[in-house]
Protein backbone atom coordinates (compact mmCIF):
# COMPACT_ATOMS: atom_id res chain seq x y z
CA UNK A 1 0.00 0.00 0.00
CA UNK A 2 1.49 3.55 -0.44
CA UNK A 3 0.47 7.11 0.54
CA UNK A 4 1.41 9.66 -1.51
CA UNK A 5 4.15 7.85 -3.26
CA UNK A 6 5.47 6.21 -0.10
CA UNK A 7 5.35 2.67 0.89
CA UNK A 8 3.79 1.17 3.70
CA UNK A 9 3.94 -2.19 5.50
CA UNK A 10 1.30 -4.46 4.26
CA UNK A 11 1.28 -6.44 7.99
CA UNK A 12 1.63 -4.59 11.25
CA UNK A 13 4.62 -6.07 13.23
CA UNK A 14 7.41 -4.91 15.22
CA UNK A 15 11.34 -5.90 15.26
CA UNK A 16 11.84 -5.72 18.43
CA UNK A 17 15.69 -6.63 18.44
CA UNK A 18 15.99 -3.88 15.50
CA UNK A 19 13.81 -1.42 17.95
CA UNK A 20 15.76 -1.80 21.10
CA UNK A 21 19.47 -1.37 19.41
CA UNK A 22 17.58 1.76 17.45
CA UNK A 23 16.17 2.94 20.79
CA UNK A 24 19.54 2.74 22.70
CA UNK A 25 21.63 4.80 20.05
CA UNK A 26 19.14 7.12 20.18
CA UNK A 27 20.45 10.52 21.34
CA UNK A 28 18.05 12.72 23.79
CA UNK A 29 15.55 15.00 22.61
CA UNK A 30 17.36 18.19 23.85
CA UNK A 31 20.50 16.83 21.24
CA UNK A 32 18.24 16.10 18.69
CA UNK A 33 16.55 19.60 19.06
CA UNK A 34 20.03 21.16 18.80
CA UNK A 35 20.98 19.39 15.61
CA UNK A 36 17.61 20.62 14.11
CA UNK A 37 18.90 24.15 14.97
CA UNK A 38 22.06 23.74 13.28
CA UNK A 39 20.67 22.70 10.34
CA UNK A 40 18.07 25.58 10.17
CA UNK A 41 20.79 27.86 10.22
CA UNK A 42 22.41 26.04 7.31
CA UNK A 43 18.50 26.22 5.52
CA UNK A 44 19.41 30.09 4.43
CA UNK A 45 20.70 30.30 0.69
CA UNK A 46 22.55 33.92 2.03
CA UNK A 47 24.34 32.20 4.75
CA UNK A 48 25.40 29.44 2.37
CA UNK A 49 27.07 31.59 0.28
CA UNK A 50 28.68 33.59 3.35
CA UNK A 51 29.94 30.29 4.48
CA UNK A 52 31.36 28.94 0.41
CA UNK A 53 33.29 32.35 0.47
CA UNK A 54 35.11 31.58 3.73
CA UNK A 55 35.67 28.45 2.39
CA UNK A 56 38.02 30.41 0.29
CA UNK A 57 39.59 32.87 2.76
CA UNK A 58 39.14 34.38 5.51
CA UNK A 59 37.47 37.93 5.21
CA UNK A 60 36.30 41.20 6.92
CA UNK A 61 32.92 42.26 6.85
CA UNK A 62 33.63 44.83 4.00
CA UNK A 63 34.54 42.38 1.35
CA UNK A 64 32.40 39.85 2.34
CA UNK A 65 29.69 42.08 1.33
CA UNK A 66 31.66 43.37 -1.75
CA UNK A 67 32.29 39.61 -3.13
CA UNK A 68 28.34 38.55 -2.47
CA UNK A 69 27.20 41.95 -3.71
CA UNK A 70 25.40 42.71 -0.06
CA UNK A 71 25.50 45.18 2.34
CA UNK A 72 27.74 45.68 5.16
CA UNK A 73 24.30 45.30 7.24
CA UNK A 74 22.61 42.72 5.48
CA UNK A 75 26.47 40.63 6.25
CA UNK A 76 26.71 41.43 9.64
CA UNK A 77 23.11 40.07 10.47
CA UNK A 78 24.18 36.72 8.51
CA UNK A 79 27.18 36.77 10.13
CA UNK A 80 25.78 37.44 13.69
CA UNK A 81 23.60 34.23 13.16
CA UNK A 82 26.15 32.28 12.05
CA UNK A 83 28.53 33.13 14.85
CA UNK A 84 25.98 32.08 17.55
CA UNK A 85 25.89 28.71 16.07
CA UNK A 86 29.48 28.38 16.44
CA UNK A 87 30.06 28.11 12.77
CA UNK A 88 32.49 31.01 11.90
CA UNK A 89 34.59 33.23 14.43
CA UNK A 90 35.74 36.76 14.28
CA UNK A 91 39.31 38.51 15.33
CA UNK A 92 39.83 42.03 15.58
CA UNK A 93 42.67 43.19 13.30
CA UNK A 94 43.26 46.98 13.76
CA UNK A 95 39.54 48.68 12.60
CA UNK A 96 38.70 45.30 10.87
CA UNK A 97 36.87 42.18 11.98
CA UNK A 98 38.24 38.95 9.78
CA UNK A 99 35.36 36.31 9.87
CA UNK A 100 37.15 33.09 9.17
CA UNK A 101 34.80 29.47 9.71
CA UNK A 102 35.00 27.99 12.96
CA UNK A 103 37.09 24.50 12.26
CA UNK A 104 37.06 21.68 9.93
CA UNK A 105 33.34 20.27 10.73
CA UNK A 106 31.79 23.12 9.07
CA UNK A 107 33.54 22.55 5.95
CA UNK A 108 32.97 18.66 5.91
CA UNK A 109 29.50 19.36 6.13
CA UNK A 110 29.15 21.75 3.35
CA UNK A 111 31.87 19.35 1.23
CA UNK A 112 29.34 16.75 2.11
CA UNK A 113 25.79 18.07 1.17
CA UNK A 114 27.55 19.40 -2.05
CA UNK A 115 28.65 16.32 -3.06
CA UNK A 116 25.29 15.13 -2.24
CA UNK A 117 23.27 17.21 -4.12
CA UNK A 118 26.15 16.84 -7.11
CA UNK A 119 24.94 13.26 -7.29
Known sequence: MAINDVELCED???HTERL???RE?????????DLAELFK??????RIRILYVLLQSELCVCDLAEALGMTQSAVSHQLRILKQARLVTGRREGKSVFYAL???HV???????KE???E
Open 12 to 14: TCI
Open 20 to 22: AKV
Open 25 to 33: NLPDVDALY
Open 41 to 46: VFGDST
Open 102 to 104: ADD
Open 107 to 113: RSIIDQG
Open 116 to 118: HID
